[in-house]
């Protein structure tokens, strides 16, 4: 099969035979999920760092000279001593403060994302996207970027469910805090299936189909009904060819 002609075919959903305890929710349903990573997937480089220098450039430059302060954050970073949330706590200071008014977060996050759509996103994963929906999938969009710039991408695909690291907001300011577990890893893999319960959807009963570029993603690949690696590091181009999972490469 040809890199970058894969094209996606519905499987039927499969019959089910859920617990007793799933099936007397009146909320439980089928679904057809077509879930997204974000970075690199179907942006053409990851969106956090750039963002941030986003944020800076247009609101604060003088902030910049407050990027020293990371370095010893990095290198505890580097050397593993710190989560990758701690790491992410720390830009989001530098860049954006200690407190921004959910007004000004709101249209910071809005012109980033008509910036990605203007020039960061791969065309063929916006059609892909729309291809899924005409099929009758419901789109996700699950990523480690922060929930409140991953929104604003949403909407402008009009994507309605997101599951992202949860930004942290206080007295209507948003706050440099990671209000969840970084979505990120098996913690993406939790986070969707919390999301999945909420909407009523059983697994069971659900066909899921899972995009990602990253092997770190592992554990929602395992989780998909049919996996497909999409602009695909070395390590994960690897480990779809040992596992016979289609590939999309959109990079030029």
């Given amino acids: 099969m040809a890199q970058g002609q894969w094209q996606a075919k519905d499987a039927a959903s499969p019959s089910p035979q859920p617990s007793s305890s799933r099936t007397s929710s009146p909320r439980a349903q089928s679904a057809m999920l077509s879930v997204f990573d974000l970075d690199r997937t179907l942006t053409i480089l990851p969106t956090y760092t750039p963002f941030l220098w986003f944020a800076v450039r247009s609101r604060a430059p003088w902030r910049l000279l407050l990027l020293p302060l990371l370095l010893p954050v990095a290198l505890l970073y580097a050397l593993r001593l710190i989560p990758r949330c701690r790491m992410k706590q720390a830009m989001h200071w530098v860049a954006l403060g200690s407190a921004l008014p959910e007004r000004d977060a709101a249209r910071l996050a809005d012109r980033f994302a008509r910036h990605l759509v203007a020039r960061g996103l791969y065309g063929e994963g916006v059609a892909l996207i729309d291809a899924e929906r005409k099929a009758g999938r419901r789109i996700v969009l699950a990523t480690a970027a922060p929930h409140f710039y991953t929104v604003a991408l949403a909407r402008r695909l009009g994507i309605a469910d997101?599951?992202?690291?949860?930004?942290?907001?206080?007295?209507?300011?948003?706050?440099?805090?990671?209000?969840?577990?970084?979505?990120?890893?098996?913690?993406?893999?939790?986070?969707?299936?919390?999301?999945?319960?909420?909407?009523?959807?059983?697994r069971e009963a659900a066909h899921i189909r899972f995009y990602s570029d990253h092997p770190s993603d592992l554990p929602m690949f395992e989780l998909a009904d049919d996996p497909v690696a999409v602009n695909p590091s070395a390590k994960m181009r690897a480990l779809a060819v040992a596992r016979g999972w289609p590939v999309l490469d959109w990079r030029r």
């Fill in 162 to 202: 997101v599951v992202a690291t949860a930004s942290s907001w206080k007295g209507g300011q948003l706050t440099p805090a990671i209000a969840s577990a970084n979505c990120y890893g098996a913690d993406k893999r939790t986070l969707v299936e919390g999301f999945m319960e909420r909407s009523g959807i059983i």
